[in-house]
């Protein structure tokens, strides 16, 4: 494949959930998620495990682990090889919270409503 655009969601406020996440975390964290924003630019739908997991009807996880800390971060694809990131977290539990399903959902339902 090769070649993806990877772009944050930008709210109708104008703020992008996604990029306020990752620029939030330690620097070390920010580092390993921003290196693996360049791996899917790269490889695109070809990522998989241990980097990426598909969570639920075309929603996926881009997954760092720092220390105890393990952060995801929800995206989706688009057409031209576009990636959009959603929205992120700090893993605490065995599965993906609910929610923050949802909200990559809803970001995504209105990503392709504009």
Do not use: C, H, W
């Amino acid at each position: 494949m090769g070649n993806f655009t990877v772009e944050f969601f930008e709210r109708e406020d104008g703020t992008f959930p996604a990029e306020e996440f990752i620029l939030s975390q330690n620097v070390k964290m920010q580092v390993k998620l921003f290196r693996l924003l360049e791996l899917l630019e790269l490889k695109g739908n070809e990522l998989r495990e241990p980097y990426s997991k598909s969570i639920l009807d075309g929603i996926f996880e881009i997954r760092a682990k720092q220390g105890t800390d393990a952060a995801r971060v929800l995206y989706f694809f688009v057409e031209n090889k576009k990636v959009i990131l959603t929205n992120g977290f700090i893993k605490k539990m065995q599965k993906t919270p609910k929610n923050e399903i949802d909200i990559a959902l809803k970001y995504r339902k209105q990503y392709l409503e504009r």
